[in-house]
């Protein structure tokens, strides 16, 4: 090949190479001009669109303030505090559990997620209060908050108060519960002879028996000590103080029996552990003899054969009555019931709910029911609160919620439930999305789809106005009608 020959082939591969290294360079800056436009888009009304993006210098500066929270949350919930601290008043005595102003948050790289930004409500002794709302809008998040079960340290509850009215052992100056003893006619104290734990009499040095006290024991033959009215701040204890209401004081059904309870442990494992931990000086056979009367309780056929069963060898029914038994151990003054019956068929979701019924007027208990669906709300709450994006839109009891819904959301959910008269062929649909978790709006989070929506839509957060003494509602619609906020 000649000199020029050789000179154009080189000359035509150099001119490739370039061709593609100057693409190359094109196509970089035209994604980081994106990129920029894509951050400081402008909305309709002028105002700069919060965008997704976020450069490497803001992800570190982010989780930098983020380990610092963090930290400092984490400290407060692991530190040794006296009683003192989280011990509080109720504002209602009739109430067994009261929210105020609950922020709960996840802080993530990209920012903070606030499932629960700024909610309040009461569970009055002895009823049901349902929680409603679309999946994520914080109802979950809600429950796990009062329980202290956030999966930290992204998970805190960053402020607030949760107020829960207990029923306490008694503690002497030793710091041990106070035993009720059984008393005679004329009241003094009766003793028995006293067993180990093979049942053989103990003796004394010279050979005589040993005398003990005898306890009272209640129906399920666990033993019995003097109890107090106490009111904690959750919120505000310590996690290790927490063991004292998780799961005797206030009980959790979840939402998914198979995967909270632990497939290599029997059921009657599992269950006895709830008397061991809860009741001081019970025996196995005190636990045995209560995890089979809860068995029955809840309406189990053959409870022994269940008591010796592996959850995988139940059904989806047993294992959620199985669940129900477990949170009843405890004698519980507050069921939190997370979508029990979500995975069930509707015959065996009617009998759940005529079993949590029946239950509640037989320990004179509270529940608080988290679920999606309105029908089981509309026959299971006294009250109901409905919840959108982390905050409550609308709030009053059972009757009002549905017979005048007021928020254009919950219009929205009852619509969206298929009814016998509908006469249309598809199911309604409320339009447009959630706003992102992460950057939330100043103006309501509904007014992207809501059909009702006006001039004042566009300020500042609606506040909640009262419209009777049970029913409140957060949007501007009510608040133009002068109806007063309750102080």
């Known amino acids: 090949m000649s000199f020029p020959e050789k000179l154009k082939e080189i000359c035509k591969r150099c001119g490739e190479a370039c061709k593609k290294a100057w693409q190359a360079v094109c196509s970089f800056f035209k994604g980081l001009w994106e990129k920029l436009a894509a951050k400081f888009k402008k909305n309709k009304d002028g105002t700069e669109e919060k965008s997704h993006y976020l450069s490497g210098k803001e992800v570190r500066a ?25 011990v509080t008043e109720m504002k209602d005595p009739q109430n067994i559990l009261e929210i105020e102003d609950l922020h709960s948050y996840f802080f993530t790289d990209q920012g903070v997620v606030k499932a629960v930004n700024g909610v309040s409500f009461e569970v009055p002794q002895g009823s049901t209060v349902g929680v409603v709302g679309e999946s994520g809008c914080g109802k979950s998040v809600t429950s796990l908050s009062v329980m202290q079960l956030l999966q930290g340290p992204q998970g805190q509850i960053y402020s607030g108060s949760i107020r829960f009215k207990s029923l306490d052992f008694k503690r002497g100056a030793d710091g041990k519960p106070i035993p009720i003893y059984v008393r005679d006619e004329k009241g003094e104290i009766v003793y028995d002879d006293a067993r180990d734990k093979k049942g053989n009499i103990r003796l004394d040095k010279d050979g005589h028996p040993i005398k003990e006290p005898r306890q009272q024991r209640d129906e399920y033959g666990t033993k019995q000590y003097e109890m107090e009215e106490k009111v904690f701040d959750i919120a505000q204890m310590p996690i290790k103080e927490m063991y004292r209401l998780r799961g005797r004081q206030i009980a959790m059904i979840f939402q998914e029996p198979m995967t909270s309870l632990n497939p290599v442990f029997t059921i009657g494992n599992q269950l006895d552990e709830v008397t061991l931990l809860h009741f001081p000086g019970s025996s196995k056979e005190d636990a045995k003899k209560r995890s089979i009367e809860m068995l029955n309780l809840v309406g189990i056929a053959m409870p022994e054969r269940v008591y010796k069963s592996y959850p995988h060898e139940l059904s989806g029914g047993m294992r959620q009555r199985v669940m129900i038994s477990m949170a009843l151990a405890g004698d519980p003054r507050l069921i939190i019931a997370d979508e029990p019956t979500t995975a069930l068929d509707v015959t065996i979701q009617a009998q759940i709910l005529d079993l949590l019924r029946d239950l509640k007027k037989r320990i004179n208990g509270s529940i608080l029911l988290i679920t999606h669906d309105l029908g089981i709300i509309a026959e299971m709450a006294d009250y109901v609160v409905v919840m959108y994006a982390g905050r409550i839109i609308e709030q009053g009891t059972a009757s009002e919620i549905f017979h005048n819904p007021m928020h254009p959301y919950t219009i929205g959910l009852q619509k969206s439930k298929p009814t016998m008269d509908s006469d249309s062929d598809t199911l309604f649909n409320i339009p447009g999305n959630v706003p992102n ?5 100043d103006y309501c989070y509904f007014r992207e789809r809501c059909t009702r929506c006006t001039e004042r839509c566009h300020g500042e957060y609606p506040r909640m106005v009262q419209v009777s003494p049970t029913h409140k509602v957060a949007c501007h619609l009510y608040d133009q009608e002068g109806a007063d906020e309750k102080e």
Do not use: D, Y
């Not at 982010?62 to 989280?86: D, H, T, V, W, Y």
């Not at 978790?437 to 709006?441: G, R, V």
């Open 62 to 86: 982010i989780a930098k303030e983020n380990n610092r929270i963090m930290r400092r949350l984490e400290q407060r919930k692991k530190r040794k505090a006296p009683e003192s601290e989280f």
């Open 437 to 441: 978790p992460i950057n939330m709006p």
